[in-house]
């Protein structure tokens, strides 16, 4: 696995913490769903569809593979993904997310993380039985601002 050499993270935009991604992912996938509304015409063998908009979603997975000797690293990493899911009680909302890789993803790109599944691997009785590995697959949605036009999903 290729490390990514400090130049692929995500970053909570409210308070600016980075979580370093170590090993670049095998595979994001990308993903744009369409909703239509089916209007149904008296008399009409078939519906007429109306556009009610979409959503844009990424899938990635992580792996993070403890640097510490104490194996505290994969844990702490894990457990900040799964709190930036949750909005601080009726304070503030979940965190919404900046993804830096490369010029693959925009810096106007904001994405709030939907879903969390850690699998941690490689426990030991001699570190209190942390885990050395854990393997995580993300889901983020696209969270914009302004109504996207086709322009926004074109390169460049």
Not at 18 to 43: C, D, F, H, M
Not at 77 to 101: A, V, Y
């Amino acid at each position: 696995m290729a490390t990514t050499e400090g130049k692929m993270y995500l970053t909570a935009l409210s308070s600016l913490k980075k979580l370093e991604i170590q090993y670049v992912p095998t595979k994001l996938g990308i993903s744009r769903g369409a909703n239509w509304a089916e209007i149904a015409i008296l008399g009409r063998n078939n519906p007429i569809y109306q556009y009610t908009g979409g959503s844009n979603s990424l899938h990635l997975t992580l792996d993070f593979y403890s640097e510490q000797d104490n194996r505290e690293d994969v844990v702490e990493k894990c457990r900040l993904l799964e709190s930036w899911t949750m909005n601080n009680g009726f304070d503030e909302p979940p965190e919404r997310i900046r993804l830096t890789f490369g010029r693959l993803f925009k810096a106007t790109e904001i994405w709030l993380i939907e879903s969390v599944d850690i699998d941690y691997k490689m426990f030991a009785k001699d570190f209190g039985s942390l885990p050395k590995q854990a393997t995580v697959e993300v889901s983020l949605i696209l969270d914009t601002v302004k109504n996207r036009s086709i322009n926004d999903a074109l390169w460049k």
